[in-house]
């Protein structure tokens, strides 16, 4: 079992900032992704950026030079640093950590982005 506990979501203006975490105990594998998904009001869940335990990340194209997915192996933590934020950033945004075993999820933060 995988445990999953994010942070640092809330409410911003328009074109400011938030990092958002999340901390991953548990049964960890050494070999792993670590995925910030979102989910709008209405919305399916998407896919934001996903960093592997090497260090390979991917963005939505959507975030492309606004968001950047860092993580800290020793701490088992995976960060979201979130730039020039948006009022279409607004959602519910989950954090999943992925093996070859299966996919574990966090609880959710809310961002939301005021115009």
């Known amino acids: 079992q995988v445990q999953l506990v994010e942070s640092g979501g809330g409410l911003v203006q328009a074109g400011g900032s938030l990092r958002l975490s999340c901390a991953a105990s548990g049964s960890i594998s050494s070999i792993n992704t670590m995925r910030w998904h979102r989910q709008a009001p209405g919305k399916q869940r998407e896919l934001v950026a996903s960093i592997t335990s090497g260090g390979s990340t991917i963005y939505a194209d959507s975030v492309k030079g606004r968001f950047t997915i860092s993580r800290d192996n020793a701490k088992n933590t995976v960060y979201l640093q979130m730039n020039s934020l948006k009022p279409e950033d607004t959602a519910v945004y989950y954090c999943?950590?992925?093996?070859?075993?299966?996919?574990?999820w966090g609880q959710g933060t809310q961002v939301t982005v005021s115009s």
């Open positions: 999943a950590y992925v093996t070859v075993n299966g996919a574990y």
